[in-house]
């Protein structure tokens, strides 16, 4: 029987870097200029087929909780990964990272399995203020995966969550989150009729307001 892997992946980081364009470019390949801000937390879903294996990835979007760090935890906890993304046109976004980085430590260090840092919208290269040097460096420190990605274009996303996938040990978040595709899976591509485990109810998509 062919069996899957459930994995939770959390996004963080300031308001505006682009987090849920990320999100969005990543499960649906699209992009909205303008993006309006979500209330409380955005929750995605995408199966995708990485060296044979089949995993289902339960995206977690801190939409709107930037302002509101004490509540974030909920989102991370149990994370398989977590992305922390900054905006290579915004030194205050990357000069925030630490931040975030620390937060971290002082609640789940133990449960984060793969580190990932995005510097993103980097279609606009007459605005940077984040060299990628830079970012790589401070990435490197933290031994964190690092892309600097484009949600308008697409460059670089779907090597991020791809190699965040390649670099999670095998069945490490969680033991159940192995699933019999034969009970639960619709399409590799699609939905899934899942009624537990990370993706939290099975849903692809939704908003849930706090
Ligand atoms: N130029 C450019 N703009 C982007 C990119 N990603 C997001 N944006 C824009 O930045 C704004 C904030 O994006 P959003 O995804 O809501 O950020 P979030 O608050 O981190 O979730 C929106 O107007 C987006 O259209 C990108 O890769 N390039
Ligand atoms: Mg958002």
Not at 116 to 140: C, M, S
Request: with cysteine; aromatic share 10%; glycine share 6%.
């Amino acid at each position: 029987m062919s069996m899957f892997q459930e994995l939770k992946i959390c996004l963080l980081g300031d308001s505006g870097v682009g987090k849920s364009s990320i999100v969005q470019r990543f499960v649906h390949n699209t992009y909205t200029r303008n993006k309006e801000n979500t209330i409380g937390a955005s929750f995605m879903s995408k199966t995708i087929v990485h060296n044979k294996e089949t995993y289902k990835l339960c995206i977690w979007d801190t939409a709107g909780q930037e302002r509101y760090r004490a509540l974030t935890p909920m989102y991370y906890r149990n994370s398989a990964s977590i992305i922390i993304v900054y905006s290579i046109d915004s030194k205050q976004s990357f000069d925030s990272l630490k931040s975030w980085l620390k937060e971290l430590k002082l609640r789940d260090s133990d449960k984060l399995n793969v580190l990932a840092i995005a510097g993103n919208k980097v279609d606009i290269k007459e605005k940077r203020q984040v060299t990628y040097k830079d970012g790589k460096a401070f990435a490197d420190e933290y031994d964190a995966i690092f892309f600097e990605t484009s949600a308008k274009t697409g460059q670089c996303v779907n090597d991020l969550f791809f190699t965040i996938v390649s670099k999670i040990p095998k069945n490490s978040n969680n033991p159940n989150n192995l699933i019999s595709t034969q009970q639960t899976t619709t399409s590799l591509t699609g939905n899934s009729n899942k009624s537990s485990g990370c993706c939290n109810g099975g849903n692809n998509d939704r908003n849930i307001r706090l």
